[in-house]
C-alpha cells in the first residue's frame, strides 16, 4: 500500500491487557503469573513498546497518568474510532481462530492489520485499539514518515489467562484531568523551553 522505507527497530517489553466487558487496563508486565482461578475478567500478556492505558469501551473514553513539569495530570478523551474494514483472512493464535481486519489512512502515512478473535467477545485490544466484533489477539502498526522512514510495531498475546471475579480495574484518580489537546500543547511547550535554553547555550562571536 506504501512505498519501500527504510526500517526504525523498537525495543521489545511485555505488557498485559487486564480487562472485563468494559474496562480494561493496559500496563507493563513482569512476566510470572501463577493464577489458575476462573472467573470473568481476563488477562492477556502482550509484546509491545508502549504503555498505561484505562479504557472502557462502552462510554468510549480512554484515561492516564502523565507526570510532566512536578506536576500530576490525567488525561481523559474519547477513544479513537477507526474505521476497520473486515478480511476474509484467518488463522489461529494461541489455538484460537482469529480474522484479519484492517485499517489505511494513506493522508496519515498509517496502516493497521489486526487480527480478532470473535469467540472471545470483547469490543478490545492492547494499547489504544478497540472496536472490532472480538478481542484483538494481534495487531501490526506501521506509520510512514516523510523521510521515507517508517516505525513498525507488532502486539502478539502470548497468553491469555481467567483471573477472580473480584479482580478490579481501577483508572486512575490522582492529578488534573486535561485532554489529549492540552497534553500535547503542554508537550509542545516544554520542547520550545527546550529549544530556547539549548540555545542561550550557544557562544556567539
Excluded: C, H
Amino acid at each position: 500500500y506504501f512505498p519501500n522505507a527504510l526500517d526504525i527497530k523498537v525495543p521489545k517489553r511485555y505488557y498485559e491487557l487486564i480487562l472485563n466487558k468494559d474496562e480494561s487496563i493496559w500496563k507493563s508486565f513482569e512476566k510470572v503469573d501463577n493464577n489458575q482461578n476462573d472467573g470473568t475478567v481476563g488477562r492477556v500478556t502482550f509484546f509491545s513498546p508502549y504503555g498505561d492505558i484505562y479504557k472502557n469501551v462502552k462510554e468510549k473514553v480512554k484515561m492516564f497518568e502523565a507526570n510532566l513539569n512536578s506536576k500530576k495530570y490525567i488525561v481523559k478523551d474519547s477513544l479513537q474510532e477507526i474505521n476497520w474494514k473486515i478480511m476474509q483472512e484467518s488463522k489461529e493464535i494461541l489455538n484460537i481462530q482469529v480474522n484479519k481486519a484492517i485499517y489505511i489512512n494513506k493522508e496519515k502515512g498509517i496502516e493497521l492489520i489486526a487480527w480478532y478473535a470473535p469467540k472471545l467477545n470483547f469490543k478490545n485490544g492492547p494499547d489504544e485499539y478497540w472496536n472490532l466484533p472480538g478481542l484483538i489477539l494481534e495487531i501490526e502498526n506501521l506509520t510512514y514518515f516523510d523521510d521515507n522512514s517508517k516505525m513498525y510495531q507488532t502486539y502478539t498475546a502470548t497468553k491469555i489467562e481467567t483471573l477472580p471475579q473480584n479482580k478490579k480495574i481501577i483508572k486512575p484518580t490522582k492529578g488534573t484531568i486535561i485532554t489529549q489537546k492540552e497534553l500535547d500543547k503542554i508537550l509542545e511547550e516544554n520542547f520550545d523551553k527546550m529549544k530556547e535554553m539549548e540555545g542561550e547555550g550557544v557562544d556567539k562571536d
